[in-house]
């Protein structure tokens, strides 16, 4: 009971990170001016340059570069840690992964969720996206924090010598431990983080029309193509979990 206490977050983290993109879906149909529009006025204003919008879909193209950057980190995570495992919501502490990523950094999945949400807060309103980054800076501290008491408990010593080894969240310039030489399983992976790719494309549309109804009109079809793909990852991390 008290491990099951312990890890709350960690297991419902999958709807309290919906329910933090459902408070930023809400506001993103309202008439409201975008942080990005405001970054752009500012430097127009500021250094001059071709237009204000100019400056606009600079700013938006920030916002994709971060999203891309951050489904980036999470492909390359999932593509050792497994599908399957990402989406659990038990935790797994019967293997340490210390591969790929996780050489860099202990946690490139919440990594690429931070650089997700920095991208959010461009195309939000300045109030809704502060929320937005906020939310999730929590979310991932607590996440955080349940994976690591429970990977302390189960892994020992040998956890906390990787933990005194690699940074907990931004990653190093070069790797702070020797491979174990794992195979990354890039299509899975890639697969596995579909949504997050997709994401990232809307975002793009962003900013080339400057129309943020990208993210309300590509929502639906971006899925219906993105969602068999992650639940063939799934299922294929888990069978290979099974696989003696």
């Known amino acids: 009971m008290a491990s099951a206490r312990r890890d709350f977050y960690f ?7 919906v329910s933090l993109f459902v408070i930023a879906w809400l506001f993103l149909p309202l008439p ?4 990005g529009k405001r970054i752009a006025r500012l430097l127009f204003h500021a250094a001059g ?8 879909r600079a700013s938006y193209g920030l916002a994709a570069l971060l999203a ?4 980036f980190w999470r492909t390359w995570g999932s593509a050792y840690l497994g599908a399957s495992v990402v989406q659990d919501k038990q935790l797994h502490t019967e293997r340490l992964v210390a591969d790929g990523p996780y050489r860099r950094t202990r946690n490139p999945l919440y990594f690429g969720n931070m650089l997700f949400a920095a991208a959010m807060a461009i195309v939000l309103s300045p109030a809704t996206g502060a929320i937005f980054l906020v939310g999730m800076w929590i979310l991932v501290r607590l996440f955080i924090r349940d994976e690591e008491a ?18 907990r969240l931004a990653p190093a310039w070069r790797a702070q431990i020797p491979t174990g030489g794992a195979r990354p399983r890039w299509v899975q992976g890639f697969c596995g983080e579909s949504m997050m790719w997709m994401f990232a494309v809307l975002t793009a549309g962003i900013a080339v029309t400057l129309d943020r109804r990208w993210y309300a009109n590509g929502l639906l079809w971006g899925f219906m193509i993105v969602f ?4 063939w990852a799934k299922r294929r991390s888990r069978r290979e979990t099974k696989t003696p």
């Open 11 to 17: 297991r419902n983290r999958r709807w309290l990170l």
């Open 32 to 35: 409201m001016v975008s942080t």
């Open 49 to 56: 340059g071709p237009s204000p919008q100019w400056w606009e």
């Open 68 to 71: 891309s950057l951050g489904a």
């Open 150 to 167: 429970g990977l302390e408990d189960s892994r020992g010593e040998s956890y906390r010598a990787y933990r005194a080894a690699v940074p």
């Open 228 to 231: 068999p793909l992650f639940l």
